[in-house]
């Protein structure tokens, strides 16, 4: 099993630039959700998918889409990069429904110039 | 009020002395709470959940939680230096969200 596995693991953009983020889930969980983490802010949520056709907003969602494109894969789009977004990126999962234990993928690291 | 508050650190303790995380929640409906360990450059990983009043232990680990208090802790006994890292904690709101705190940086000192 490899667990939560996203791409890239780092990214140079331009503002402006559009890109998507992947992650995809090998435990046949039923809730994924994509976080951003800026130091000294913890983790925020940016969007969730309590199921496989579902997606819900969380904490910071604006500047981004997300598609749940099946049951093991959740997307995060930026359409147009703002240096606000250069963070770092984590796609985690949960068996069952929101509020389980969480596994996180290894991040991906996203720069905006 | 932020909704999930801890000391942001760093907090230093000397190997084999016993490490305290404190985390404080804002909503009193809150029904999960759990522990991540975060190490620099990595991503979290879970240390322990607890769900009921009073204290959950496991290996070296022990959580306490205090919902009338609003409180929920992680003590790290024979702390070592393997332990140094960001801890986070997370708690599942009423509203079935789950929300992290800020994290806390603990140094364990040779």
């Known amino acids: 099993n490899a667990g939560v596995t996203q791409t890239p693991k780092f990214q140079v953009l331009k503002t402006g630039q559009s890109m998507t983020l992947q992650c995809a889930q090998d435990?046949?969980?039923?809730?994924m959700y994509w976080y951003r983490q800026d130091p000294g802010m913890g983790l925020r949520l940016i969007y969730y998918?309590?199921?496989?056709?579902?997606?819900d907003k969380g904490e910071v969602p604006n500047g981004y889409n997300v598609s749940r494109l099946n049951k093991r894969e959740f997307s995060l789009r930026l359409e147009s990069a703002a240096p606000s977004q250069t963070s770092v990126y984590f796609c985690?999962?949960?068996?069952?429904?929101?509020?389980?234990?969480?596994?996180f993928g290894p991040g991906t690291r996203l720069l905006v110039l | 009020q932020k909704e999930v508050e801890q000391n942001s650190g760093p907090l230093s303790v000397p190997e084999g002395a016993i490490a305290s995380l404190n985390c404080t929640y804002s909503?009193?409906?809150?029904?999960?709470f759990f522990w991540y360990r975060q190490y620099s450059g990595k991503s979290p990983e879970l240390i322990m959940s607890?769900?009921?009043?009073g204290d959950k232990e496991d290996g070296r680990f022990t959580a306490q939680l205090n919902k009338a208090s609003q409180y929920v802790s992680l003590l790290i006994r024979d702390s070592q230096p393997s332990d140094s890292a960001t801890y986070l904690c997370?708690?599942?709101?009423?509203?079935?969200?789950?929300?992290f705190g800020p994290g806390t940086s603990l140094s364990v000192i040779p």
């Open positions: 985690a999962s949960s068996e069952g429904s929101v509020g389980k234990t969480q596994y």
């Open positions: 435990m046949n969980h039923n809730s």
């Open positions: 998918s309590a199921s496989e056709g579902t997606t």
């Open positions: 909503d009193r409906g809150s029904q999960s």
């Open positions: 607890i769900y009921s009043n």
């Open positions: 997370a708690v599942r709101t009423s509203y079935d969200k789950v929300i």
